[in-house]
T-cell receptor, first 113, second 112 residues
Framework: TQLLEQSPQFLSIQEGENLTVYCNSS?????LQWYRQEPGEGPVLLVT?????EVKKLKRLTFQFGDARKDSSLHITAAQPGDTGLYLC?????????????FGKGTHLIIQP | DAGVIQSPRHEVTEMGQEVTLRCKPI?????LFWYRQTMMRGLELLIY????????DSGMPEDRFSAKMPNASFSTLKIQPSEPRDSAVYFC??????????FGQGTRLTVV
């Protein structure tokens, strides 16, 4: 079983602060995705990283895929209350073809005004 | 375009009753996934279909759970008989090109 460990489980910070959350595994993934889930809603895809060492930016969010494609990080600059949510990482076992994703349990992020 | 549509949004049922959850995937998507989410276990893949054919149902917890996809625009997840430990949020997701999945809003199931 390929497991994705996310840390921290819970994080509460003040508006304007920076933060980093992590997604780690002992397994190699062909790609990794980050989703954000708000209460009462389904997860929404933020980004997919494919290449080892890849860095992608989405406004104040920076995503990095580890060189060995086993881990990833999400950094948020100047966090805002709208960033509050559950951040999930998901690893893909094989490239191409239909398959299921392996999800971490997520980081619950609260940004206080 | 409409996203993945799930119904009902909320379901409260008594233990032993049959429960049917429904999903309409995004038009043109050829893969459909059923997930279950709980605080303890997070998001768990129950079963997925490719071109309406079940590919992997190893995540289905017991024989009480069954899923069908009679055509490209509809799928059901049935629990019979339901038990309190089945209480969770059930998500349907679809994909047109793995690995990105698009989720519905979920069905919150409470079995009392």
């Amino acid at each position: 079983t390929q497991l994705l460990e996310q840390s921290p489980q819970f994080l509460s910070i003040q508006e304007g602060e920076n933060l980093t959350v992590y997604c780690n595994s002992s397994s190699v993934f062909s790609s990794l995705q980050w989703y954000r889930q708000e209460p009462g809603e389904g997860p929404v895809l933020l980004v997919t990283v494919v290449t080892g060492g890849e860095v992608k930016k989405l406004k104040r969010l920076t995503f990095q895929f580890g060189d060995a494609r086993k881990d990833s990080s999400l950094h948020i600059t100047a966090a805002q209350p709208g960033d509050t949510g559950l951040y999930l990482c998901a690893g893909a076992r094989s490239g191409g073809g239909a398959d299921g994703l392996t999800f971490g349990k997520g980081t619950h992020l609260i940004i206080q005004p | 375009d409409a996203g993945v549509i799930q119904s009902p949004r909320h379901e409260v049922t008594e233990m032993g009753q049959e429960v049917t959850l429904r999903c309409k995937p995004i038009s043109g998507h050829n893969s459909l996934f059923w997930y279950r989410q709980t605080m303890m276990r997070g998001l768990e893949l129950l079963i997925y279909f490719n071109n309406n054919v079940p590919i992997d149902d190893s995540g289905m917890p017991e024989d009480r759970f069954s899923a069908k996809m009679p055509n490209a625009s509809f799928s059901t997840l049935k629990i019979q008989p339901s038990e309190p430990r089945d209480s969770a949020v059930y998500f349907c997701a679809s994909s047109h090109g793995y690995p990105e999945a698009f989720f519905g809003q979920g069905t919150r199931l409470t079995v009392v």
